[in-house]
């Protein structure tokens, strides 16, 4: 197996991490290793550890061949050797005769050779019993998963003992190169569709786009949460067919709706000034604050506040719900501009249009009023 210019200590550091939940672009940033060569390394493994031979307790040590060896320099019979070390002779002579007899043994060279049979793996149950393997790859081929493959076998073939294979070792030969026995392809099968396992657990951030500097929710003004002053917003982006997508403001006291086109793209860069410039048209009192949720488009929010002079408070992490009003109007919103359709084609006029139809559609949150009327009593 290649180890892709990584030494023992740092394949384990790396498998340490891949445990710990941490991205392979992630472990090679803070390696300062090459990405590709990350990947490459772990996918040669299927994303499982190759454990280090072991060697058995009655196995012979290494300090025991050594003293076999000085006991043949001194001419000491086997069984005078095998006494000391409390083995059988039988042990002994086997162990001088599989390497060289007495005139050729050396205690290195005997060793290194047993570390060299003892390596594993051994063939593979899959790649030494065709007609086992030929049913497996029938029923993976089905969609089966390995789970269910191994307790279809013992219902299917009870009195067959060589129709026996474990979920694991399926899943080894579908993963590990050194151990594949299936078709590669077979993969695609799996529900998941992956070329390699994945640690079990929450998978950690990449720390790639992440949001810098940012103010929590909880540090909203009090009077953004009771929606008796106009002027705080929440804002989403609306995605269309890729790259497409539209800004969504929506102003928490009346519901009212205001769409920005992003000709451009939406990364952050391009973000930035189309939301600048929708909120520079709005009259100042209505411009108090905004919240957003942990979007990487809002990377630049802390230059948005200082052209803009509207603070940026962000939900906590998995909490749309945190900015109800903008979820249930990117619903509505919807209507108009559905995920398949690429919302490019729509001009900032188009958007004007729908967010005047919007704005004038009665909710029931409000009495059955408009959005514009109760903006406009909430200015008065």
């Given amino acids: 197996m290649r180890s892709w210019g990584l030494s023992e200590q740092e394949q384990e550091e790396l498998?340490?991490?891949?445990?710990?939940?941490?991205?392979?672009?992630?472990?090679?940033?803070?390696?300062?290793?090459?990405?590709?060569?990350?990947?490459?390394?772990v996918l040669q493994t299927g994303g499982v550890q190759r454990r280090p031979p072991q060697r058995a307790a009655r196995s012979l040590a290494a300090s025991e061949r050594e003293e076999i060896s000085r006991g043949i320099a001194a001419g000491d019979s086997c069984?005078?050797?095998?006494?000391?070390?409390?083995?059988?002779?039988?042990?002994?002579?086997?162990?001088?005769?599989?390497?060289?007899?007495?005139?050729r043994y050396r205690a290195q060279i005997a060793d290194a050779a047993a570390y060299r049979r003892a390596a594993r793996p051994k063939p593979a149950k899959l790649a030494v019993d065709p007609r086992l393997c030929a049913v497996v790859e029938a029923k993976l081929?089905?969609?089966?998963?390995?789970?269910?493959?191994?307790?279809?076998?013992?219902?299917?073939?009870p009195d067959d003992p060589s129709m026996r294979i474990s979920?694991?070792?399926?899943?080894?030969?579908?993963?590990?190169?050194?151990?594949?026995?299936?078709?590669?392809?077979?993969?695609?099968?799996?529900?998941?569709?992956?070329?390699?396992?994945?640690?079990?657990?929450?998978?950690?951030?990449q720390g790639r786009g992440q949001l810098l500097d940012?103010?929590?929710?909880?540090?909203?003004?009090?009077?953004?949460?009771?929606?008796?002053?106009?002027?705080?917003?929440?804002?989403?982006?609306?995605?269309?067919?890729?790259?497409?997508?539209?800004?969504?403001?929506?102003?928490?006291?009346s519901r009212s709706v205001v769409l920005v086109a992003l000709?451009?793209?939406?990364?952050?860069?391009?973000?930035?000034p189309a939301l600048t410039a929708a909120v520079g048209r709005l009259p100042r009192r209505l411009c108090r604050s905004l919240t957003w949720d942990q979007g990487k488009e809002m990377a630049e929010h802390a230059r948005f506040s200082a052209d803009?002079?509207?603070?940026?408070?962000?939900?906590?992490?998995?909490?749309?719900?945190q900015r109800?009003?903008?979820?249930?109007?990117?619903?509505?919103?919807?209507?108009?501009?559905?995920?398949?359709?690429?919302?490019?084609?729509?001009?900032?006029?188009?958007?004007?249009r729908i967010a005047a139809e919007l704005n004038g559609r009665p909710r029931q949150i409000l009495g059955f009023q408009t959005p514009s009327q109760v903006l406009a009593k909430a200015l008065r």
């Fill in 308 to 321: 803009s002079g509207v603070p940026v408070y962000f939900c906590d992490p998995r909490s749309p719900w």
């Fill in 15 to 41: 498998w340490a991490r891949w445990r710990q939940g941490e991205s392979l672009r992630l472990i090679a940033r803070r390696m300062g290793k090459r990405g590709p060569s990350i990947r490459a390394f």
């Fill in 263 to 272: 000709p451009a793209g939406w990364r952050a860069e391009q973000v930035r």
């Fill in 141 to 157: 081929g089905l969609r089966w998963s390995p789970e269910q493959i191994e307790g279809w076998l013992r219902v299917a073939y």
């Fill in 167 to 205: 979920h694991e070792t399926i899943y080894l030969s579908l993963y590990v190169q050194r151990r594949r026995a299936l078709r590669g392809d077979l993969r695609r099968c799996l529900r998941t569709r992956r070329a390699m396992r994945y640690p079990r657990g929450k998978r950690l951030p």
């Fill in 79 to 103: 069984r005078a050797i095998a006494r000391r070390l409390g083995r059988a002779p039988s042990t002994v002579s086997r162990e001088v005769a599989r390497n060289g007899g007495r005139r």
């Fill in 214 to 253: 940012t103010i929590s929710i909880r540090q909203r003004p009090a009077e953004a949460d009771g929606r008796t002053i106009p002027g705080h917003w929440e804002g989403d982006l609306v995605l269309g067919k890729r790259p497409s997508a539209v800004l969504t403001l929506v102003e928490r006291t």
């Fill in 324 to 352: 109800a009003s903008n979820e249930n109007a990117n619903g509505l919103v919807r209507q108009y501009l559905p995920r398949t359709v690429d919302l490019r084609r729509f001009s900032q006029a188009d958007l004007d």
